[in-house]
């Protein structure tokens, strides 16, 4: 739990012009365990952030938006407390959230909005504000450049590694970084858990390109990732630019700048969702379901989800049976209008399993089943109808899925 | 096995006047196993269907379909196979259901059009024809009103106890009989199973007035119940009147008759229904969803089955925990606009959950975890946004629900 280098687990995570990092163990929930983190901005770091669509949406959620707008975008502070998620605990939740960001202004010489609080842990308790402000000097005496993947580890709860990582890119002449963490995936044992992830980068980049470059990249990567469906009260993924990197500040998501950053984020976003469902609970396979051929994307996503979600295919992967009658039925009842069964194929990694509505000829089960024992797979549906096409990863339904879902609160 | 009376294990199946049923033991997957059902009607018997919404339908629901509307909604015999669900079969799937009615058209001096198939079993595996043409001189000659319950288990797959039930009703000073057998919830053992329901009466009924019947009748039941969430490629309920019972035709379903059948019908359909979620695959909990205090039904009915799909809030019931986190979370992301959290309040049976966002005060989490150890469970949750309510029935996930789909096959 000691990682303070920027490179451990085979994970490396490089420093950000501009942003400091530091995690301590508070013991807000636990002893003995990294509980409490800080992302320091420098002045003039512009932010954009994506929250859960949950309408219970928990206290810190709630001032985080809040704040984020007060401070025109423009955060000076991410406080991250594991242990307690502050969510489905009513008005004084929210009061804890905004005392947290006042003792922490207060102790920086900044704005309360300034800082933007994010919580992860047991849900319906009250969060314990003593243990976090008495641990809040230390954590910011602790403030540094390099302490990445100290903060991935202090942002996790039940996840069984960390998650980070960095990509370089650049426009104009000029050298950039970003750099991300993230933690649980959908709602990854739930009620010590969140859907979190933090991304910064040293170039320069107004708050609304920021925003619609963070909305896009999101899109296609963590929300396009499923364990079992569920969304947690907490989620909050937020991009922030120190623009320490120097340059024109970029107003338009087009420019060489704005297309650069863009791709790095979608890249680095992806690689994260994707850890987040390697580390899906029980998950003891990582699937991809590839829908092409459809008249849209909506169409193509209404499949991949379907297919995602159920949880007879869901459990036929844990299997690694090549169980094409559950694929068949979970893609008939996806609501596509005037679906053409006999045009809909379905392949596990290159091999046909079916088309025109029954098992393929040159169909081998067993050939299949060997090897669907492997780890990560692909599903793949072609729809036939169009040009449109979707991905979305998930896990599957193991034992383990239902004992820890079972038994965590016991 | 031998279930030959009409009355066992509690169960009561009323003979309807105008109605033969047989079941036989044909061979078509095991041996020593009733897997060929027969309903004979009398001629002048009108019939109403509601079939899947799977677009990958299997072939006998093609063949049923079309031959419901070739018979003027007038069949004389449904025939029933289970062993072989003739789905994912392509176009040689369509012929084997065509050529199973002619058969017993002609032993019967029937039109093949007047002979719907049902079928139920293994998934994209052909139709043995054989074993069940020549089956079909045997199963004829059983027919007899009193074979109620052998069809009830003659129509099981891995179901482990038969659904049947009656009620008797009166109208313009008659009386009559409905009874009906169903079996298989959701898509319970999926490749074995379906949800199939058949219900008779002997009283005069337009085919118009059960079309309308059996559609309100069915929405408020089978469509109700959820086991996770799948749906058969087979499902199929289809509702006969004899009239042997006599008396006018009934042609309005708001006539006195047509109330008194439909009354009759959803208190049947939902008691048939309800067996299928008690007899879900590893089912220790039976569940009622009461969604109370919504806009409209639609947003009731989007919160009850946002509930009743969650895998987290059934693996929670699996373990009696009162866990009011995950239900919370599962109301948030129904997709309710503008929903006021706080005027949300949660009970389980009658215990107040959550209110304000948050724990209710009065809670008892002991009290509570104590009742839920109960096999049957009532999750109330009241919107306070209107007056439509909504209620739908559910089973939990278990390991057992794992282990039975994830096994299956293999």
């Known amino acids: 739990m000691s990682a303070t280098s920027s490179e451990s687990e085979g994970l490396v995570a490089l420093p950000v012009p501009g942003v400091t990092v530091s995690a301590v163990e508070a013991g807000i929930r636990y002893a003995d365990r990294l509980d409490l983190v800080a992302l320091k901005f420098d002045q003039g770091t512009t932010a954009a952030a994506v929250f859960t669509r949950n309408a219970f949406c928990a206290a810190p959620v709630i001032v985080a ?99 980070a990582g960095s990509r370089r890119f650049a426009a104009n002449g000029r050298d950039y970084v970003l750099t991300g963490i993230a933690k649980g995936a959908g709602m990854l044992r739930p009620d010590m858990a969140t859907m979190l992830a933090f991304l910064t980068t040293d170039a320069p980049i107004a708050p609304s390109v920021l925003d619609h470059l963070l909305r896009r990249a999101v899109e296609m990567s963590f929300h396009r990732i499923t364990v079992d469906g569920d969304t947690s009260t907490n989620d909050a993924v937020l991009l922030a630019a120190t623009g320490a990197g120097d340059g024109e500040v970029c107003e338009d998501p087009e420019s060489e700048l704005g297309r650069a950053l863009g791709e790095a984020l979608e890249a680095l976003c992806l690689e994260l969702a994707q850890g987040l469902v390697r580390d899906g609970e029980g998950a003891s396979k990582f699937v991809e379901v590839d829908v092409r051929g459809g008249a849209d994307e909506r169409e193509c996503l209404d499949v991949a989800f379907t297919i995602a979600h159920s949880p007879l295919v869901k459990t036929a992967l844990f299997a690694g049976d090549p169980n094409w009658g559950r694929l068949l039925a979970a893609i008939g009842r996806a609501g596509l209008r005037d679906l053409d069964v006999n045009g809909v194929r379905i392949l596990i990694n290159d091999a046909l399993i079916a088309e025109k509505g029954s098992r393929a000829t040159s169909y081998d089960e067993s050939e299949v089943a060997a090897f669907m024992q492997q780890s990560d797979l692909r599903v793949i549906v072609e729809l036939g109808r169009g040009q449109a096409d979707a991905r979305v990863w998930t896990s599957d339904f193991s034992y383990d899925y239902v004992k820890i879902n079972a038994e965590y609160r016991s």
Request: proline share 8%; net charge negative; charged share 15%.
């Open 65 to 163: 938006r809040e704040h984020l707008a007060a401070c025109d975008s423009m955060p000076r502070l991410l406080l991250i407390n594991t242990g307690n998620a502050n969510a489905g605990t009513g008005a004084p939740g929210i009061a804890a959230a905004r005392r947290s960001c006042e003792e922490a202004a207060t102790l920086l010489g900044l704005s309360a909005h300034e800082v933007l609080p994010f919580s992860t842990g047991v849900i319906g308790e009250d969060l314990p504000l003593a243990p976090l402000v008495s641990a809040l000097p230390t954590l910011f005496s602790a403030l540094s450049p390099e302490h990445w993947l100290r903060a991935a580890h202090g942002i996790m709860t039940t996840d069984t590694r960390p998650k």
